[in-house]
Nanobody, 115 residues
């Protein structure tokens, strides 16, 4: 089986930064694509950023210029660098990755941005 373990969430003030990590373990032959999603209270889960194994990335308009997704294929790990955080970024963040044709999800990590 495959597991995705997230880390890096926490409480920060507006304007601060956090880096989220998602590490895949188990029977890994290939991971492609991968990404980050978030869900705020009372809202639907939304895509934040995605990246392919080759490094092609895509971002939600609300985070462009502030967030950066990256991957370390050798470590089976990918990241979300979040800068200039806003209270509107407060949500539970989930990592997602396809191993072969099957999607897997991380357990979620809380990001809270205070004013």
């Amino acid at each position: 089986q495959v597991q995705l373990v997230e880390s890096g969430g926490g409480l920060v003030q507006a304007g601060g930064s956090l880096r989220l990590s998602c590490a895949a373990s188990g029977s890994i032959f290939s991971i492609n694509p991968m990404g980050w999603f978030r869900q705020a209270p009372g809202k639907q889960r939304e895509m934040v950023a995605t990246i392919t194994k080759g490094g092609a990335s895509n971002y939600a308009d609300s985070v462009k210029g502030r967030f950066t997704i990256s991957n370390d294929n050798a470590k089976n790990t990918f990241y979300l660098q979040m800068n200039s955080l806003k209270p509107e970024d407060t949500a539970v963040y989930y990592c997602n990755a396809f191993v072969g044709s099957r999607p897997y999800w991380g357990q979620g990590t809380q990001v809270t941005v205070s004013s």
